[in-house]
């Protein structure tokens, strides 16, 4: 586990501009970031094209706002928030498989403490929707401070009745 001071030198969070449409690498690293994180974690099926399309269509609203999670300038995870009325819902928070569980994310989380802090946006709750499966990061959250507070369930409709 790095120490802390190394993280501290070593970890920043940078929030990406709308201008991010422009630089393909850095698009497509974000793009792959979110795909990682559907279908190995979520273990859904999505089409890297239909995550860009979200993105790029997200970029044109400034409630949404991404980050980079950098560590020696390099990218190795990002952040998805989103400004809402009563709340801020923080969308995801990714790091790439080989830097978790080193103390990064619980320095990431102080990170964005300390950005919505900065913004004025600490009067409203964080809200963090975490699939039932995703028992790493509900530990991580729990660690973090946070609390169950509802539970959402699914109800699949007939296709048949669809109109
Ligand atoms: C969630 C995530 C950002 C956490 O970052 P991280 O760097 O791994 O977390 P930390 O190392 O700071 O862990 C802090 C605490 O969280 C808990 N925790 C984190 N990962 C855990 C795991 N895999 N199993 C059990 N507890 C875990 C532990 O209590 C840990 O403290 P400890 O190491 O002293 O026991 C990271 O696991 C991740 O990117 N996961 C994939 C994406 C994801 O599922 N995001 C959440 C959906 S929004």
Not at 28 to 51: A, H, Q
Not at 88 to 114: A, H, Q, W
Request: glycine share 4%.
């Amino acid at each position: 586990m790095p120490k802390i001071s190394k993280i501290s030198s070593c970890l920043r969070l940078v929030k990406l501009k709308k201008t991010i449409v422009d630089n393909k690498n850095d698009l497509e690293k974000l793009v792959n970031f979110v795909y990682s994180y559907f279908t190995k974690i979520e273990k859904k099926k999505i089409s890297l094209e239909r995550i860009k399309d979200g993105i790029l269509k997200n970029l044109k609203n400034h409630r949404h706002v991404y980050f980079f999670i950098l560590w020696d300038n390099y990218p190795i995870g990002m952040l998805h928030l989103f400004l809402g009325e009563k709340f801020t819902d923080l969308c995801l928070i990714y790091l790439e498989k080989e830097f978790r569980r080193k103390g990064l994310g619980s320095f990431v989380f102080n990170l964005l403490k300390n950005f919505l802090e900065e913004n004025r946006l600490t009067k409203k709750p964080l809200c963090i929707e975490i699939n039932k499966n995703n028992k790493a990061s509900q530990r991580f959250f729990s660690k973090m401070g946070a609390k169950l507070e509802s539970v959402i369930y699914f109800y699949q409709l007939s296709s048949k009745n669809n109109i």
